[in-house]
């Protein structure tokens, strides 16, 4: 893409003052950066991503609410993680940390593990173990 092509679109980047560093070429063929506030298409996806991440968290406090789903599922979300990412943070096997989604077994969960995802959230244990959904 040459220089005067890098989108200059509005963006959710434009209303913070941030701007993406892009690749262009110059009017020698030469590789520089240029600084883009944003592109439509990016911008729709980015949108789009960022609605999907609120209805899933919405979606874990529901569950939360209805029993469906321990803290960790919140909390997981508004991370954006995924249950491999999770597992990683806190060392543990992926079919553990989904077990740990459960209420019950998350009731019965000792300080140590809890530790462990409190420290992934950067949270306290006690927030972790009282979370209650709005």
Known sequence: MKQ?????????????????????TDKDGNY???????????????????????????KANQDIKEGKASPIVYFMELHKMDVPTLASYVDMWQWRVKRHFKPAVFAKLNDKVLGKYAEAFEITIDELKHYKPN
Do not use: M
Request: hydrophobic content about 30%; aromatic content about 4%.
């Open 4 to 24: 005067e092509e890098v989108p200059q679109d509005k963006s959710s980047l434009s209303k913070s003052n941030v701007r993406e560093l892009c690749y262009a």
């Open 32 to 58: 520089t950066t240029v600084l883009s506030e944003g592109w439509e298409p990016k911008t729709i996806a980015l949108n789009n991503s960022i609605q999907d991440i609120e209805e899933r968290i919405e």
